[in-house]
Nanobody
Framework: VQLQASGGGLVQAGGSLRLSCAAS????????MGWFRQAPGKEREFVAA????????RYTDSVKGRFTISRDNAKNTVYLQMNSLKPEDTAVYYC?????????????????WGQGTQVTVSS
């Protein structure tokens, strides 16, 4: 499966962005989807994940209450709505797909990765 992330950009602190990740290829299978991010000089970290049905979601503590992950399986797309953005949210955001049924928080649990989209939050 191929993943294409989009929606990044430059926003002021307190603003909002919505990231999208469109899947193509073997989309007939069921995939859990996740978002990760990597800031300059830091390791890639988990942000949010969602099960195939959308009934299960997980978030890292720093984004709880501000970010919402969702998906539209008819469109083969997963979204990350980011509100109340902070400068520390600045990073390249990657979407990933997992062929398993788990909603993983570790990058090695994911089988496919998109190219990343830059999010920059100015103070």
């Amino acid at each position: 499966v191929q993943l294409q992330a989009s929606g990044g950009g430059l926003v002021q602190a307190g603003g909002s962005l919505r990231l999208s990740c469109a899947a193509s290829g073997r989309t007939s299978r069921s995939y859990a989807m996740g978002w990760f991010r990597q800031a300059p000089g830091k390791e890639r970290e988990f942000v949010a994940a969602i099960s195939w049905s959308g009934g299960s979601t997980r978030y890292t503590d720093s984004v709880k209450g501000r970010f919402t992950i969702s998906r539209d399986n008819a469109k083969n797309t997963v979204y990350l709505q980011m509100n109340s953005l902070k400068p520390e949210d600045t990073a390249v955001y990657y979407c990933a797909a997992d062929e398993g049924v788990r909603v993983g928080v570790r990058d090695y649990e994911y089988d496919y990765w998109g190219q990343g989209t830059q999010v920059t939050v100015s103070s």
